[in-house]
């Protein structure tokens, strides 16, 4: 079963850090490319960040630049978000997205993926 699990989401005060892990399980993330994304009540989904594996490439929404980073950790086959300066404008919640070996391979922070996770809530409040 291919799926893409989100974990590490909760409870942060503003200006505290965060950071999620997107767990793969029946395929690889070798060469995948994988975003983040998410939603706040009443609005739409938004791409965050996004990276492709295998290529020195990523794309940062301006909202979190300097503040988001995304990681691979190919032995776990886990990419991860690191969030920090969060404010309370983050609060939503949080999915990943992948694609296997995207053509050409970079990524995007279009909701252009085929696989995804149930998402994680991310609230940041004090």
């Known amino acids: 079963q291919l799926q893409l699990v989100e974990s590490g989401g909760g409870l942060a005060q503003p200006g505290g850090s965060l950071r999620l892990s997107c767990a793969a399980s029946g395929f690889t993330l070798d060469y995948a490319a994988v975003g983040w994304f998410r939603q706040a009540p009443g609005k739409e989904r938004e791409g965050v960040v996004c990276?492709?594996?295998?290529?020195?490439?990523?794309i940062t929404t301006d909202s979190v630049e300097g503040r988001f980073t995304m990681s691979f950790d190919n032995a776990k086959n886990t990419v991860y978000l690191q969030m920090n300066s969060l404010k309370p404008e983050d609060t939503g919640v949080y999915y990943c997205a992948a694609e296997r070996n995207p053509s050409p391979p970079i990524c995007t922070i279009q909701p252009h993926y085929t696989y995804w996770g149930l998402g994680t809530q991310v609230t940041v409040s004090s």
């Open positions: 990276i492709s594996n295998g290529n020195p490439m990523s």
